[in-house]
């Protein structure tokens, strides 16, 4: 049967649609989407998604819906994460998504999160490693550490490449002094990982920031899913991307390197820096990149139902 799994993130809303066994447990992929609509723009914390937001969220999902009728869907999962977290009109939008296309919105937790992006990301391995996922989003970022199928650590953390570009920087490019108080937060704020994180065997890197990151790399003119999956990058590698969109504005980012980084050219030097930081702390020098995330492990968790 085919399954469509959407996840509406602060940032993107992504969109997989995928043939699945249910005996087996097997996901094939037929389709993936992704829109960058933010609706998390300018979100405060129990204040309401602007409208105009809203308005951003629902062209995109009138147009994946259009696709999830052409490949007869049987099942429709759709997962919210932060920005809707944090909303006070999470209720309206709810309702506003039944009622315009009949599915129910499933806000999960910051624990959830970390369950579905831990999931989708060790889905490709069959083995009993320690695997360390970093799945860094528009709001939250979530760090989960596991054997195998089983996870032994996992925290959303309150930042994300939205809100620690919207916090943080305040000139284009942000000056020196802004990105040292960026990471000083980060260091802050992740730093009880290090008494909960041992011997990391695989560690993979979710999410748009090291996908974006790869494309780049490899000077793809548009994203490939063939050559990013399962790609690397290096503590080096970062800190090199670093040195050069933190001198580049926004406009010079999208500029360079065109429709590989659109949407994204505000706050990709944000999340490079969370990525390196959350590394250098648990002294990994690569990980892995995976576009396997949210939507992937909603499916896995929605399989897990029937078991």
Known sequence: MNVASIDIGTNTILLLIAEVNLNSGEIRVVKNLHSIPRIGKGLKEDNPIPDENVKRMFDVLMKYSKEIKKYKCEKVLITGTNALRIASNKVEIINEIKNNFGYELNIISGSEEAKYSYFGAVSGFNDDQK????????????????????????????????????????????????????????????????KNIKDIDTAIAIAGTPTTLACIKYKLKSYDEVVVEGSTLSVKELKNFIVELSQLSSQEILTKYSQIVKGREDVLLAGTIILKEIMNLLKTNEVKVSAKGIRYGAIINWLNSFK
Not at 143 to 161: A, D, H, M, Q, R
Not at 183 to 193: A, D, G, M, R, W
């Open 131 to 194: 695997y360390l996922v970093i799945d860094i989003g528009g709001g939250s970022t979530e760090i989960i550490y596991g054997k195998g199928s089983e996870i032994l650590f996992s925290k959303s953390y309150f930042v994300g490449v939205v809100s620690g570009t919207e916090t943080f920087f305040f000139s284009d490019p942000p000056s020196e002094k802004q990105i040292k108080y960026f990471i000083n937060h980060l260091q802050k704020t992740f730093s009880e990982v290090t």
